[in-house]
């Protein structure tokens, strides 16, 4: 079992950047994948990308690439997410997720949720 609790969200202007985390609990957390999902008002939770248990190997989707970074530091029990480059379609719930499948990242299956922390990207 492992709980998730994010933090680190805001408001802030577009083009500037944003940083969450992730703190987890139990002993198992360095044996599973981590991903970041975010939900915009009126639209379905979306997946924005993971990281494998090891911290070996990341994915994002298109609309995130080169603008948002996963990491993670399994001796803190804690992922992150930095935002570069926000805009006003960023904003949204972002939540993070644990897997029990440790590498897999692309098709990411999330068995545990944290509660979400919410970015706001003013324009």
């Known amino acids: 079992q492992v709980q998730l609790v994010e933090s680190g969200g805001g408001l802030v202007q577009a083009g500037g950047s944003l940083s969450l985390s992730c703190a987890a609990s139990g002993r198992t957390f360095s044996s599973y994948a981590m991903g970041w999902f975010r939900q915009a008002p009126g639209k379905e939770r979306e997946f924005v990308g993971a990281?494998?248990?090891?911290?070996?190997?990341?994915y994002y989707v298109d609309s995130v690439k080169g603008r948002f970074t996963i990491s993670r530091d399994n001796a803190k029990n804690t992922v992150y997410l930095l935002m570069n480059r926000l805009q006003p379609e960023d904003t949204a719930i972002y939540y993070c997720?644990?897997?029990?499948?440790?590498?897999?990242?692309?098709?990411?299956?999330?068995?545990?949720w944290g509660q979400g922390t919410q970015v706001t990207v003013s324009s």
């Open positions: 990281i494998s248990w090891s911290g070996g190997a990341t």
């Open positions: 997720a644990g897997s029990s499948l440790p590498n897999t990242i692309v098709k990411f299956t999330p068995h545990y």
